[in-house]
C-alpha cells in the first residue's frame, strides 16, 4: 500500500505560475512511473505529465513547453512546475503512481486560473 501526498495547487492570475509536489509515503523505483493527470468539471481525467528512469517524460501537447515533470528518487516526490498557466488549465490535479500493476492516486489538489 502507497500513499501520495500532493500539496501546492491554489488559484493563480493567468500568466502565473505553481510548483505541485507529491510524496509518496514509501521509497520506490526510479522506475516506477509516478506522474500527474487532472480532472476538469465535465471532462475525463487527462494524462498531464509522467516520468520514469530511463525513458523520456510523457508530457501532454497541450502543456508542452510550459510544464515541466520532474522526480527526486532519494525523496519518492514527483514535481510538476507550471509556467504561463492558462484558464483552461483549471482542474483538480491528482498525483500518480503504479507499482507492481496496481495505480495509486492521491487526494487531489486543485488548481485555478483566472482568466
Known amino acids: 500500500q502507497v500513499q501520495l501526498v500532493e500539496s501546492g495547487g491554489g488559484f493563480v492570475q493567468a500568466g502565473g505560475s505553481l510548483r505541485l509536489s507529491c510524496a509518496a509515503s514509501r521509497s520506490v523505483f526510479s522506475s516506477v512511473p509516478m506522474g500527474w493527470y487532472r480532472q476538469a468539471p465535465g471532462k475525463q481525467r487527462e494524462l498531464v505529465a509522467r516520468?520514469?528512469?530511463?525513458?523520456?517524460?510523457d508530457i501532454a501537447d497541450s502543456v508542452w513547453g510550459r510544464f515541466t515533470i520532474s522526480r527526486d528518487n532519494a525523496k519518492s516526490t514527483v514535481y510538476l512546475q507550471m509556467n504561463d498557466l492558462k484558464p483552461e488549465d483549471t482542474a483538480v490535479y491528482y498525483c500518480?503512481?503504479?507499482?507492481?500493476?496496481?495505480?495509486?492516486w492521491g487526494q487531489g489538489t486543485q488548481v485555478t486560473v483566472s482568466g
Open positions: 500518480y503512481l503504479r507499482v507492481e500493476g496496481i495505480d495509486y
Open positions: 516520468i520514469r528512469s530511463g525513458r523520456d517524460p
